[in-house]
């Protein structure tokens, strides 16, 4: 177990600093307890530690990102017993570098079958495939929410 942040897209230091920051707090986690903010992390680093996070209690944001694709394939629940933005459990926005061709190409989470509480935003991840082929409302619970992807 481990603690998650609230941070948004707010950055603190330079890229290295926040995977540094990244890497130390969840290498080895199964379950973050708050919230899984992953934010202007580069294509060059290896984020293969996050393959043991299981569940999330509280929001993921992967915002402004430009690595290939995102290890969570055995993320089995986001709790959303918090939200980013007031609504979302799942945000994904701007995970590409215009000026090349490094990108958010999979999230990779073919693992995950519920998302509690809270929608799922997914917009502006200029190569990201096959989102749209996910049934967002099969995972959802909420019955209310519309998935924006």
């Known amino acids: 177990v481990c603690a998650g942040t609230l941070n948004g897209l707010s950055v603190t230091g330079d890229a290295q600093h ?13 379950i973050v307890m708050g919230n899984l903010e992953i934010v202007l992390i580069d294509h060059t680093q290896d984020l293969s530690f996050l393959q043991t996070i299981r569940e999330v209690t509280g ?3 992967i915002a402004m990102n430009v690595f290939a694709a995102l290890p969570l394939q055995n993320l089995r629940v986001i709790r959303g017993t918090q939200f980013y933005e007031d609504k979302f459990a799942l945000f ?9 061709t490094h990108a958010l190409r999979q999230l990779g989470l ?7 509480a809270g929608g799922v935003y ?13 049934e967002w409302r099969d995972i959802m619970r909420d019955p209310r929410l519309e998935p924006l992807v």
């Open 18 to 30: 926040q995977y540094q920051t990244l890497h130390k707090m969840y290498n080895n986690c199964e």
């Open 59 to 61: 929001y993921i944001l």
């Open 92 to 100: 994904v926005l701007l995970n590409y570098n215009p000026n090349t």
């Open 110 to 116: 073919n693992q995950l079958t519920e998302i509690l």
């Open 122 to 134: 997914i917009e502006k991840n200029a190569q990201l495939c096959h989102v749209d082929t996910v």
